[in-house]
Structure formats: structure tokens, C-alpha cells
């Protein structure tokens, strides 16, 4: 199978960086799916759809039409063609995505989509559950985790322009995501059994990044 590095973990493990590091090195296409639950969350809370109520999500779930570039550089999220890179990383959209994540309907509609994109591989693929229900023959599986402080310090960094956004408050949302996106019936976060585990708390981005590029090596 040509190479699909599927990059799985919590969030704030720095899969995002990392991710579009490797796939710069080596010349790879680059999707995160993250930002594909994310715009369909932005859409259902711009629709006006309570996304707490599963039935009344799973019944639009087939509505917006969701675009992604795979240019690690100048990676692309847009939906009914609108750019959407901004408004889904707002906190009203992140503390959102777990509830809309979790709908069976949604994440059909997304892996399809997923998939389509994967297509004939040469692409670095970061979500929850790439490895484990995305593309479970990926030759190369990560996942990379991080200390909760690390992880939460790294989300308020991300989003350091909300002044609500405080590391504890970070650490808290994000404990929530976590519990959310590890305990839900369809395809909850989950290392895959042949995924190699590296732990970035104490590495440095470029240090994450020649782990994973080695792997791929030593897999071609
Ligand atoms: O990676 P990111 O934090 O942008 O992901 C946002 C949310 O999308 C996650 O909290 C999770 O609920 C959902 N997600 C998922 N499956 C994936 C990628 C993300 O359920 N493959």
C-alpha cells in the first residue's frame, strides 16, 4: 500500500505541527480531519441545529458540503465554499465538536469523505481514529500523546487571542473533549494496537518529527 502515516492522539499533542512537519520532509499530502468535524459543527451551530439533540444532528448531517486541501503549506477547510479556517477554531465551535463528532451519521459521512481524499495515499492523515477505523492498513500508525499540563499550555497558546481562554479554563474544557471524544460509542479516541506511541512532553517539534519521518523510513 502506498504510504499513509496516520497520526492519532488527544488534542493538544502537537499531532497538527507534527503532522504537517512530516509531511513537508517527505513530500506528502496532508489532511486534518480534526477541522472537517469542526466545520461541520460551525455549520450546525450557524444552521441553528441544538447539537446536544443527536437525532436533530444526524438529520442535516447531509447538508453542508465540506472541501479540504492537503497542502501541508496552505492546508484548506471550507464549506458551501465558504473559507472556514478562522470561525472553527473558536471556542463556542470547540467545545461543540465532541457532541456533533459523536453522531454515527456524521462520522460516516466524514470517513467516506476521508477516504475519498486518501485515496491512492502518499498522505499524512491526523485525527482520532485514523488508525484504528479510517485506514487500518496504514503502513505507519503514531500516537502521541503529552502530559495534561502540556497539552492544556499548548491549547491556551493556541488560543491566546480569546482572553477568556486561561489555562485553566483550557485544561478543563479540554479534560471535557477528552473524556467526550474517549468514551463515545462510535469510534471513540483509541490507540490502535499497531500504532507506534511516542510521548512529545519532553521533545522538541523537530525531535517529534524525525521519530515519525524514521518510522516512515523504516516502513518503505
Ligand atoms: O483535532 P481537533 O482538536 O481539531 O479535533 C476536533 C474534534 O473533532 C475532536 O475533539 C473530536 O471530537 C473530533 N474528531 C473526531 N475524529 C477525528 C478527528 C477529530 O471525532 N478523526
Redesign the pocket.
Known amino acids: 500500500m502506498p504510504l499513509v502515516i496516520a497520526m492519532d492522539g488527544p ?1 493538544g499533542s502537537g ?2 505541527s507534527a503532522s504537517k512537519g512530516v509531511a513537508r520532509a517527505l513530500g506528502l499530502r496532508y489532511l ?4 472537517m ?2 466545520a461541520m459543527t460551525w455549520w450546525m451551530l450557524r444552521a441553528g441545529v441544538p447539537v446536544e439533540d443527536a437525532e436533530a444532528v444526524a438529520a442535516r448531517a447531509g447538508e453542508p458540503v465540506i472541501e479540504s486541501g492537503t497542502d501541508p503549506d496552505a492546508p484548506t477547510i471550507a464549506v458551501d465554499g465558504t473559507d472556514v479556517s478562522a470561525p472553527i477554531r473558536t471556542r463556542e465551535v ?1 467545545n461543540a ?2 457532541a456533533v ?2 453522531v454515527p451519521r456524521v ?1 460516516e459521512r466524514l470517513v467516506a469523505l476521508q477516504r475519498e481524499i486518501i485515496g491512492a495515499g502518499g498522505i499524512v492523515v ?5 488508525g484504528t477505523v ?1 485506514a487500518p492498513d496504514a503502513p505507519v500508525k503514531i500516537f502521541l500523546t503529552a502530559s495534561e499540563e502540556a497539552r492544556a499550555a499548548r491549547r491556551a497558546r493556541d488560543l491566546a487571542a480569546d482572553p477568556g481562554a486561561t489555562v485553566t479554563v483550557t485544561r478543563a474544557e479540554q479534560a471535557r ?1 477528552d473524556r ?2 474517549s468514551t463515545r460509542a462510535a ?1 471513540p ?1 483509541a490507540r490502535a494496537e499497531d500504532a507506534h506511541e511516542i510521548d512529545s512532553t519532553e521533545l522538541t517539534l523537530d525531535e517529534v518529527i524525525e521519530t515519525v519521518v524514521r518510522l516512515a523510513k523504516d516502513a518503505s
Do not use: F
Not at 126 to 130: A, S
Open positions: 488534542s499531532k497538527s486534518d480531519t480534526g477541522a468535524y469542526r470547540t465538536v465532541s463528532s459523536a462520522r491526523e485525527g482520532r481514529d485514523i479510517v473533549r467526550l471524544d469510534s479516541l
